[in-house]
């Protein structure tokens, strides 16, 4: 099995290789019928052109289905996965085979039922309602031929045992394809909450909450990889170091709601002051780490300036008009001769400090 997706399997689609494996299902059980109208043919309840006559039949429409499903072209219809199509095939063909059939129907009919069964596993309770109706239609259509044509291959009695037995099939189908989907909507609405739960789940890990940019491990994970790819393709990668002065006093004189308040506005300003490969992290209480990828020394200069004027240069709306938050930058490159990251990152937090 593990040699199919690919070659009859759509190997790189899970929803496409799951309705291939489904059809493939259901023409298992056509072959099986072929393969019981043999049996047939023996008896003498089918002839032989009538047998051949009937397979190619059943080939050529599931030739189609598969060319359809294995070129994607199923995914122009409405239902992609071709239930109603192949349902109104399944209702098609079983006519067809009741009315070619000089007697023993019934057993041929059970293979169809397992074929309509499929349709419970895409169909609501209308829909299959609605399918079992024409099931029963194309039979009366084909028996009522055969008792019009070739009254001696029609028997009234058992007919019209087929026929009660067939709409048993309509409410019980209708029962389990509507609890199917009740189950499929179910199941669909589990995987958005699990989806949800991995992003925050996500989030949790590599999110700083306050701020919302990366926390500490998160930004060290980025400069790590992009120091990795940096010694990988010979290019500079800088860091800056961010600390915001006396922070301590905004806390005790403003609150340290408002101090959450000017963090959050820093964190909102560094973003909006680099690009969008650059990493920014909350490093620890009120430092900040940038990370320039691909920046020499003259440009990780400028971008600390431009990142003191973003932090300096504007009021925040939490303090006082005459109220400035002050930084302290520091900048690093790195070289290949560090043993980690943690000099460069050191380096940065000791020119900030001189600066
Ligand atoms: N409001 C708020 N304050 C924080 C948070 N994390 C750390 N701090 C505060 O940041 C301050 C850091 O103090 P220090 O390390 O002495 O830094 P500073 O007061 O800025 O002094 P210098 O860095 O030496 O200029 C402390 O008062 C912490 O309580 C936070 O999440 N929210």
Known sequence: MNALPGVILPGNDPRQSLRVRRFLLAATVYGLAIALMGLYVRQGLLAIPEWQFLSLVIVLVNAGLYALLRSGRNERFVDPSLTGLQMFMVCLLMGLTMYLLDGGRGGLLLLFLVLLMFGVLRLNARQFTALGGFALLCYAVAVGAVWQQRPEAFNAQVELLHLVALSTLVPCGGFFASHVSRLRRLLRDRQIELQRAREEAHDLRVLDPLTGISNRSAIIAFIDQEWQRAERLDQPLAVIFVDLVHFKRINREYSHATGD???????????????????????????????????????????????????????????????????????????????????????????????
Not at 304 to 332: D, H, N, Y
Not at 333 to 344: K, L, N, V, Y
């Open 261 to 355: 308040d000017v963090l959050r506005e820093v964190a909102r300003r560094l973003r909006g002051c680099v690009r969008d490969i650059d990493g920014l992290g909350r490093y620890g209480g009120e430092e900040f780490l940038v990370a320039l990828p691909d920046a020499d020394a003259d440009e990780a200069a400028r971008v600390a300036e431009r990142l003191r004027s973003c932090i300096e240069g504007q009021r925040f709306t939490a303090l006082p008009v005459r109220e400035r938050v002050r930084c302290a930058l520091g900048t690093s490159m790195f070289h290949s001769s560090d043993p980690d990251i943690w000099q460069a990152i050191e380096r940065a937090r000791i020119d900030s400090e001189s600066g």
